[in-house]
């Protein structure tokens, strides 16, 4: 499912679905997009925080357009435990490097590889950024 906020939109004729990552999008370049997700965070089951959400910070290309400080996306990540990668979306390789990341992560966070869970990888994530 992609959203642009939360909570979800409810259908009473469905059961809600089963969210194994949850990708949080923020645009370097808005600062309405760190609100949006700081806003959006309230809707999220703290059990999630346990190795299924990840912040995803996009426009890192373009420091001087910045809009938002850096030291409010690595406290964020720090606040929720959870790691913050940073990509240019706007460069095609990049692009598909951050899709293959986040593809290996849902893996992960979904069960689909065995031995490794979700909150084993995002320590390891955490602790690579810490380095």
Sequence with gaps: HLATSLPLPSDSNRLPPKIDLIVFMIDIKNKDSLKKVEESLAYVD??????????????????????????????????????????????????VSTAQRLVRMLEVCAGYIPGVSALSFSSLMLNSADV
């Design 46 to 95: 703290l059990s999630y925080f346990l190795g299924q959400v990840c912040f995803l910070v996009t426009g890192v290309g373009r420091v001087n357009c910045c809009s938002i400080e850096m030291n409010a996306i690595w406290k964020l990540g720090e606040e929720y435990c959870s790691p913050v990668l940073f990509s240019e979306l706007e460069l095609e390789a990049v692009r």
